[in-house]
């Protein structure tokens, strides 16, 4: 199997205050994980791309100080929103990659932020 | 700029129908095409793919077909049944990228 857990699954969080988000695989390890950020009905917009032992890389437009990412282990990934704003609000989705012919990507179940 | 697009944001059918999603993209560097269900408030489940090398890959129900020289592709679901009601995501990915680039999903609704 290939599951990947994400924690919390939901949260709510005052202006300005800073959430941490867990992505986990949990029968494999992964040195590349995905974040992902979708807005309703908008498709999954690619944040960062977390590499175990190394820097995130970060897609165009992403603030990386906002959206700290640290892959502290082969099975973990967390995504730290810092400061958070009410335009933060979103679902936050990670995948985790498993290396095999097709390199397939594993979707976490997402988590809701809120931020008031 | 979308380089995957679905352009029907839903689709309603009968149960027993087919139900026929529809995907086109614009960077003619992708080689590899999947297709995501999901449902709401969890994370995306992998469906089918298929490499640029083939025109069509069947697993069970789904079928995917591609048109390389129309950049479109397609997925078929025979016969839908009220539990296939999802979004499904089209996403593609360049043989050099782990990437994958998502379409904005077509919410289907099969109908008992």
């Known amino acids: 199997g290939a599951v990947v857990s994400q924690h919390p699954s939901w949260v709510i969080c005052k202006s300005g205050t800073s959430v941490k988000i867990e992505c986990r695989s949990l029968d494999f390890q992964a040195t590349t994980m995905f974040w992902y950020r979708q807005f309703p009905k908008q498709s999954l917009m690619l944040m960062a791309t977390s590499n175990e032992g190394s820097k995130a890389t970060y897609e165009q437009g992403v603030e990386k100080d906002k959206f700290l990412i640290n892959h502290a282990s082969l099975t973990l990934s967390t995504l730290t929103v810092t400061s958070a704003h009410p335009e933060d609000s979103s679902f936050y989705i990670c995948s985790a990659l498993k290396r095999t012919v097709y390199n397939e990507q594993f979707f976490g179940p997402g988590t809701r932020l809120t931020v008031l | 700029d979308q380089q995957v697009k679905q352009n029907s944001p839903s689709l309603s059918v009968q149960e027993g129908r087919i139900s026929i999603l529809n995907c086109d993209y614009t960077n003619s560097m992708f080689d590899y095409f999947l297709w995501y269900k999901k449902y709401p408030a969890e994370g995306p489940t992998f469906l089918i793919s298929?490499?640029?090398?083939?025109d069509k890959n069947e697993d069970g129900r789904f079928t995917v077909f591609l048109n390389k020289s129309a950049k479109h592709l397609s997925l078929h679901i025979v016969p839908s049944q009220p539990g296939d009601s999802a979004v499904y995501f089209c996403a593609a990915s360049d043989g050099g990228s782990e990437k994958l680039v998502f379409g904005k999903g077509t919410k289907l609704t099969v109908n008992p």
């Open positions: 298929i490499s640029s090398i083939k």
